[in-house]
């Protein structure tokens, strides 16, 4: 008697696991988890809310792993962009940098759960361990990105003659760090989920001034290399 695979039992399972998670996803992105409503979900694919329950654990462990999905996804795309952006360091930096922040327009909901993760869940823990790693796992291989691509910039941008000193290693992650937090402010500006100056012109202020931040942020990063 030949028996089935397990994974072919499985697989209608596996496909509305994938289908709630793809939908929480989608509204975690734009709307952020207070959005999240596994019954309204289920209701709109016709699937049960205790499937829910069976492979996430409930709302929100929902949450936790669309977090962690849309993260991965979001550390694949700036790569991508940067990948993409022609042989030359310094654009390849930069299109790290604009990624980051065209992703953080289009998904606010989930760039503001990430950046408050406390806030997310009903009661304030700390994601699953799973979820946990995966985090820190999408975030080393960022960062671990946005070095390489600070570091292949400064020699591109550094004179031929300048040699490489022994602290060049450690000022490539503080460089790197302070870029990243210069990309994530302009992210969160343009965003709109700045408050002080979300109204300002009933927005326009904000577009009108990107290019201008944009070519700033270049003009600092492009210094603050060359040294």
């Known amino acids: ?26 509204r975690l992105s734009a709307l ?26 409930g709302r929100d462990g929902l949450i936790a792993h669309a977090m962690a999905l849309g993260y991965e996804r979001y550390v694949d795309e700036l790569e991508a962009a940067a990948r993409n952006a022609g042989p030359d360091p310094f654009d ?7 990624a980051q922040v065209e992703w953080t327009a289009r998904n606010p909901g ?3 759960a990430l950046n408050f993760p406390r806030h997310v869940a009903s009661k304030p823990t700390e994601p699953p361990e799973e979820i946990f790693a995966r985090l820190n796992a999408a975030g080393d291989c960022n960062f671990s990105n946005l070095q390489r691509l600070v570091g292949e910039a400064r020699a591109a941008l550094r004179p031929k003659s300048s040699r490489r000193e ?14 990243g937090w210069m990309t994530l402010g302009l992210s969160v500006w343009v965003a709109g989920q700045h408050l002080p100056t979300r109204s300002l012109d009933g927005g326009k202020a904000r577009s009108r001034g990107l290019p201008v931040a944009r070519s700033h942020m270049r003009e600092v990063i492009r210094s603050l290399l060359s040294r």
């Open 166 to 179: 022994p602290g060049d290693a450690a000022q490539t992650a503080l460089d790197s760090a302070a870029i």
């Open 1 to 26: 008697m030949v028996r089935r695979k397990p994974a072919k039992r499985d697989a209608p399972r596996l496909e509305a696991s994938a289908t709630i998670l793809e939908a929480a996803l989608d």
């Open 110 to 112: 989930l760039a503001a």
């Open 32 to 57: 952020g988890p207070a959005a999240v409503h596994p019954q309204e979900i289920c209701e709109r694919h016709d699937l049960s809310k205790a499937l829910v329950n069976y492979h996430f654990g």
């Open 92 to 98: 390849r930096l930069v299109a790290w940098i604009d």
